[in-house]
């Protein structure tokens, strides 16, 4: 990704919502998904169910994902055209390895948006549930490193992380809040 000159500022693209993934109308959504890719609960559960059996048969194809990459799949009966799987990391201690595969998941699914022509995507709260992520040290980590990808990149125009309850929201617009005034 070359230096895009004339980049519109990253936080006039980034947008924090409260809301259900599943809705999201634009090219894709990102899943906060295990390492089998088969299905499980929380939003990989809720975007399976929404995307029908379809979705579950083309990630068989795929042989599983390690934690801190990403894979894209259609998303048939889901009103985005794509689904980009990533693992994130179970919450430990903070100090093994979580933060950098965090970023990496933000880092590897926008790459993969850039290479799929995806200029519009929304993404969860990755690993803020069954996994443990304490909510403001993910939210530093997911918006930090979108912004900073933003930065250096022009062929995404809209990030919206979809939080699914009122604390979420709040911790995520509180930390974009503090990230915007120290720049
Ligand atoms: N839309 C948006 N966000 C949602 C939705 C939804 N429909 N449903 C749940 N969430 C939120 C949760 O409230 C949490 O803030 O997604 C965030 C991530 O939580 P999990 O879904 O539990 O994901 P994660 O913590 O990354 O754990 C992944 O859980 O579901 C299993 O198969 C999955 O094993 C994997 C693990």
Not at 8 to 28: H, K, N, S
Not at 72 to 87: F, G, N, Q
Request: proline share 5%; net charge negative.
């Amino acid at each position: 990704m070359t230096d895009a000159v004339g980049c519109p500022p990253p936080w006039d693209r980034i947008e924090l919502i409260e809301g259900d993934i599943t809705q999201f109308g634009g090219d894709a959504i990102v899943n906060a998904a295990n390492s089998s890719l088969l299905g499980g609960g929380g939003v990989d559960g809720a975007i399976h169910r929404a995307a029908g059996p379809r979705l579950v048969a083309e990630c068989r194809t795929l042989g599983g994902c390690p934690c801190g990459e990403a894979r894209i799949t259609a998303a048939y009966d889901l009103p985005s055209k794509y689904v980009i799987h990533t693992v994130g990391p179970v919450y430990r201690d903070g100090h093994s390895g979580e933060p950098e595969s965090l970023d990496a998941c933000h880092t590897r699914s926008l790459e993969l948006a850039v290479e799929n022509d995806i200029r519009t995507l929304a993404i969860p709260a990755i690993s803020c549930g069954v996994y443990g992520y304490p909510l403001a040290e993910a939210a530093r980590i997911a918006l930090g490193t979108t912004a900073d990808f933003l930065r250096r990149c022009n062929e995404i125009d809209r990030v919206v992380f979809v939080l699914f309850d009122v604390r979420t929201h709040a911790t995520f617009e509180a930390v974009r809040d503090e990230l915007v005034q120290t720049g």
